[in-house]
DNA sequence: TGCAGAAATTGGTCCGACCATTGTACCATT
DNA sequence: AATGGTACAATGGTCGGACCAATTTCTGCA
């Protein structure tokens, strides 16, 4: 039994989408670049331009892509001929019990990715790291706390240096969707604080090249994160703002 | 300093989207179930077929609705009023180099699933997890090798019961993107067949209340998984196929 | 030279029409 | 009665042209 595809009649949308991909690629856009306006582009295919719209539309709303009424659409992220798409959509992410959530899913990739991290970091990865690790540091000693930019700066760091690319890309996408909440959480302004040593403990275990080490001490900092958030969210209910 | 919020001018799109999510809830709407023509949500909205459209282009690409031409509209996944969407396209997933970051990423998810199952399953949904192993390992021997819906079921019920819905949404999607692969990734029909005793030894901890037993028992499996995938790989490229 | 207003450009919306596919009711054949 | 074909209506997909709103660019006056 042969798996015969679909073999949709009509798909200009993804013809265009696919034309337009190739026409990135060749003309070697970037983010930030501007892209050939929908007239040009209805006119070119041979399209009309609904077809051309409804196609970005769907760049659009996968973030590849930004529309400016009055300017023109701009390149928003890197396009290539193989890309996947995975679009996540959840449920109410106002509540306490979502940022619980999320924090899980982090807690386990970044502990997958300080374990990987210790595996592969060079002496070159090694340094930007523990370079990242001293500004924050040094940030939270001058301000008696932890800053958020510094802190960050840190992490993505150990998500780049873990050779896969998709911790990165997961982990600061659902960064800029609970931005609101990572800034002050629940109020807390301290945020943080007790998460402060184990920042150079991970970085300890990555250049010891202790994988399953730098996993627990990645576990233990977010533990400390999750302890902090219940704490704020117990001083809200106490309050009364619940 | 407000952050106030940007504020499109022309926004009827979303507005479209919104008023949409509420009909669906009022109806009470479930996946399958069809919902209004493009013709008839125009006429009610007031707006134009076109943007009626566009907005549900956005719902289609977020996997929210499908669209039969000469059909209808079907809800796809339930809506709820406050969802958040996070769309991730990475680059190139058909080598082997992406499948291992996909396995990374599964890595460690998997394990954290175990880790909260292990700390949140009560009663009935061990005897779930339970029944779905024994069904598992039945099909193990029956076959005389590993049988990967049985096995998906088994996984999917542990993130299930990890009380937090994000995992399988996550998983699960991750899964269908790479369907072809998972079935015989590389060509390795008895793919694995290494990680058939960690089932057990996941469920026991899981039973145990064990939540790093658990966790390093799931590492142990994907661990067996990628030792079977990089076989297949050398064996292809042995081949000359590569 | 500097700047305010006019004009062109570009994405956003609307309308009406037609095409392609699907589902259904009806009819003829067996 | 069952089967298969056919016409018709409903629905999503595409088209062309028009106008609106925001932005950018050009122009001419002070």
């Not at 150079?200 to 533990?223: F, M, P, Q, S, V």
Request: glycine letters at 6%.
């Amino acid at each position: 039994m042969l798996d015969l595809p679909p073999l949709q009649a009509t798909a200009r949308d993804d013809a265009v989408l696919n034309v337009l991909a190739d026409f990135v690629i060749h003309e070697e856009l970037k983010p930030g670049d501007r892209l050939p306006t929908e007239r040009v582009l209805s006119e070119r295919l041979k399209v009309s331009r609904t077809t051309v719209r409804e196609a970005l539309t769907r760049w659009e709303g996968l973030g590849l892509v930004e529309r400016r009424q009055g300017s023109g659409t701009y390149l928003k992220a890197a396009v290539s001929r193989d890309m996947l798409h995975l679009p996540l959509t959840f449920a109410s992410g106002n509540d306490f019990e979502s940022l619980m959530h999320t924090l899980e899913i982090r807690r386990g990739l970044e502990a997958e990715a300080a374990a990987l991290c210790a595996l592969r970091a060079g002496p070159a990865e090694l340094e930007i790291i523990r370079q990242k690790l001293e500004v924050m540091e040094e940030a939270f000693h001058a301000r008696a706390g932890m800053s958020s930019d510094e802190d960050w700066d840190f992490h993505q760091a150990i998500y780049r240096v873990s050779g896969n690319p998709l911790f990165e890309q997961i982990i600061t996408a659902m960064h800029e969707l609970f931005h609101r909440f990572w800034e002050h959480p629940l109020g807390v302004h301290d945020f943080g604080h007790a998460s402060f040593p184990y920042h150079r403990t991970i970085y300890e275990r990555i250049a010891a090249r202790d994988a399953e080490g730098a996993r627990a001490e990645a576990l233990k900092l977010i533990a400390t994160v999750e302890a902090d958030l219940r704490r704020g969210d117990a001083n809200l209910k106490r309050a009364g703002y619940k």
